[in-house]
T-cell receptor, first 116, second 117 residues
């Protein structure tokens, strides 16, 4: 299995809702990532988990709460979002960044989130 | 801090023309990786190539070729005999190891390529 699976593919939520985005991989990758992509912009890194521990948080607002319950799963919990948080949320996974054996990142197809 | 610059915001060509997408990067690390991704309108990021900082060999894959020049910090991408299906946004990206663990992949702003019939 060489895929990263993201669910749901589309999500519409109100500003008072709580929802979660899910990401799953079975490639044995020990690093997992959340990216946010606004229309006509590049993906921007939000969080990095390495061996199930949060290693990078790019100063993301607390209304976004990541969770890595095990080495195959990555969640992004959403609460009290704003309309400007509407975007494509991409999950990715990779091996650790070893100089000899790093093969790059596998991206999921994303969750398109609309906050109303 | 690492940075990737894609100076061409939009490129429009006619089918069968050759087109080169430019990418210039900045990094203080000696070990890094460079990538090109294609993002069609459907939104998924399609991996095209990975190049590590130790290997300056250029690469050709079918109609695609890449020119990595460490001396000028550039990693340019050429499509030969372009086709309408090549129309997409193309991102150049740079990966460095994180300060503690994990790694940080930084994207350029992207180049919107439109290939007209």
């Amino acid at each position: 299995d060489t895929e990263v699976t993201q669910t749901p593919k589309h999500l519409v939520m109100g500003m008072t809702n709580k929802k979660s985005l899910k990401c799953e991989q079975h490639m044995g990758h020990r690093a997992m990532y959340w990216y946010k992509q606004k229309a006509k912009k590049p993906p921007e890194l939000m969080f990095v988990y390495s061996y199930e521990k949060l290693s990078i948080n790019e100063s993301v607002p607390s209304r976004f709460s990541p969770e890595c319950p095990n080495s195959s799963l990555l969640n992004l919990h959403l609460h009290a979002l704003q309309p400007e948080d509407s975007a494509l949320y991409l999950c990715a996974s990779s091996q650790e960044h070893d100089r000899r054996f790093f093969h790059g990142y596998t991206f999921g197809s994303g969750t398109r989130l609309t906050v109303v | 801090a690492q940075k990737v610059t894609q100076a061409q915001t939009e490129i429009s060509v006619v089918e069968k023309e050759d087109v080169t997408l430019d990418c210039v990067y900045e990094t203080r690390d000696t070990t890094y990786y460079l990538f090109w991704y294609k993002q069609p309108p459907s939104g998924e990021l399609v991996f095209l190539i990975r190049r590590n900082s130790f290997d300056e060999q250029n690469e050709i894959s079918g109609r695609y070729s890449w020119n990595f020049q460490k001396s000028t910090s550039s990693f340019n991408f050429t499509i030969t005999a372009s086709q309408v299906v090549d129309s997409a946004v193309y991102f150049c990206a740079l990966s460095e190891k994180g300060e503690t663990s994990g790694s940080r992949l930084t994207f350029g702003e992207g180049t919107q390529l439109t290939v007209n019939p």
